[in-house]
Antibody
């Protein structure tokens, strides 16, 4: 059974940092691009970043460029999102996605940025 | 980055047909944008229905189909069922970066 399980969310003050993790199982993680997507409360989906199979290429949404870093460890079947200088507008459920054709989605982890 | 546009809301009668559209601020949507369509119900993770314009996953009901029409990507639901009431998001890829549309809330009544 394919599983993507996110962790690391929580409450953080503006300007703070968090590292999210996504543990993958049930498919060959190292073969696929992986992606972080977020959804603010009551809002739509927003693409955050994605990373090539070997980690050599990353793309970021303008809203997070320079503050967030996506990375992966294929030996651990894990995807990460390092988030710095967090803002209130970064409050959202963060989900990881992967597979050949957006096959697999996690349930997400909630990040709340508030003082 | 580009802006992807969808109808905010649509309604369809049970058994009826409805078409959702997905446009790009950069111009015509082509197969090169690899259009995706996702279904999301309240409290659930998104589920991918359509990828690469018109391809279906094994779990995609046959009543859903994707295509390109009039410079946009389209998702057509033929024979709507009550369980199809959900929000539908399209996604376009721009040689690396992705952009989601704002979503269409589909009501079946």
């Amino acid at each position: 059974e394919v599983q993507l399980v996110e962790s690391g969310g929580g409450l953080v003050q503006p300007g703070g940092s968090l590292r999210l993790s996504c543990a993958a199982s049930g498919f060959t993680f190292s073969r696929f691009w992986m992606t972080w997507v977020r959804q603010a409360p009551g809002k739509g989906l927003e693409w955050v970043a994605n990373i090539k199979e070997d980690g050599s290429v990353q793309y970021y949404a303008d809203s997070v460029k320079g503050r967030f870093t996506i990375s992966r460890d294929n030996a651990k079947n894990s995807l990460y999102l390092h988030m710095n200088n967090l803002r209130a507008e970064d409050t959202a459920v963060y989900s990881c996605e992967g597979g050949a054709d957006a096959d697999y989605w996690g349930q997400g982890t909630l990040v709340t940025v508030s003082s | 980055q580009a802006v992807v546009t969808q109808e905010p809301s649509l309604s369809v009668s049970p058994g009826g047909t409805v078409t959702l559209t997905c446009g790009s601020s950069t111009g015509t949507v082509t197969s090169g944008h690899r259009p995706y369509w996702f279904q999301q119900k309240p409290g659930q993770a998104p589920r991918t229905l359509i990828y690469d314009t018109s391809n279906k996953h094994s779990w995609t009901p046959a009543r859903f189909s994707g295509s390109l029409l009039g410079g946009k990507a389209t998702l057509t639901l033929s024979g709507a069922q009550p369980e199809d009431e959900a929000e539908y998001f399209c996604l376009l890829t721009y040689s690396g970066p992705w952009v989601f549309g704002g979503g269409t809330k589909l009501t079946v009544l």
